[in-house]
């Protein structure tokens, strides 16, 4: 047990997977796992664990932002034991050929700043996402038909941006898409020697403004969620 997490020790599967929405991870639960079981509930953070395919998946809610983030994957593996953390979510697109509904599979996450800058001081280090969760990802995108992009992301730390000349930057150097968590993800899960991946749902376009419809979403995550499961387990 630890502050924000009330689970038993072995109510938490090895693989994890993290949406930043507490009420998707129970959908993403109970519509892809087998005998789901709430977990966790502190703060309302829920967590759940079942099983994929005879496999221990946990799915547990980060919260929004890369602090929020970094508390539970820093308490998921050094408390918990997790050794696969994969983030599930939304993002925008930043180029004109990623579409909404479209799958970005994130090899790299570019910031400006996260929780963990102050341990690297002057070190611009480079956030990426283990190789073979990634090339998992990507065949199972393939064998699902999802529209999909892999490259580099932008984790920014505020969502009301008011620097367009910095998302002007990222679009020039092909930055995929902007979200709010990957990068904390990758710099937690180098330090605890964990495997981690973040792959997003593009929601909205900074380019042409267009939005997923809110009753759209459910099946286009769903596409991103089978996704994460298949890279988890090869």
């Not at 997790?82 to 090899?107: E, F």
């Not at 792959?199 to 042409?208: E, G, K, M, Q, Y």
Request: charged letters at 20%.
């Amino acid at each position: 047990m630890t502050p924000h997490i009330n689970a038993k020790k072995e109510d938490i599967a090895e693989t994890v997977l993290m949406p930043g929405d507490p009420r998707r991870a129970k959908w993403a639960a109970e519509n892809f796992l087998d005998n789901a079981r709430l977990v966790n509930e502190v703060r309302g953070m829920y967590g759940f664990t079942g099983t994929y395919k005879g496999n221990p998946v946990t799915i547990h809610g980060s919260g929004m932002g890369m602090p929020s983030l970094s508390i539970y994957a820093n308490e998921l593996i050094t408390q918990y034991g997790a050794k696969t953390l994969i983030r599930i979510g939304s993002c925008g697109a930043m180029q004109d050929d990623v579409k909404v509904r479209d799958v970005v599979i994130a090899m790299t996450a570019t910031t400006l700043s996260t929780p963990s800058r102050g341990i690297f001081k002057e070190l611009n280090f480079a956030p990426c996402a283990d190789y073979g969760l990634l090339e998992n990802a990507v065949t199972a995108a393939r064998d699902t038909g999802a529209q999909t992009h892999v490259g580099g992301i932008y984790s920014s730390d505020v969502f009301y941006d008011e620097r367009p000349d910095l998302n002007e930057l990222m679009m020039r150097h092909g930055t995929l898409a902007v979200e709010m968590e990957a990068a904390e993800l990758y710099l937690v899960a180098a330090r605890h020697k964990a495997r981690a991946l973040a792959i997003c749902t593009v929601s909205d376009h900074l380019i042409t403004h267009e939005a997923l419809p809110p009753e759209d979403r459910e099946q286009s995550f769903g596409d991103m969620v089978e996704i994460a499961l298949h890279a988890a387990f090869g």
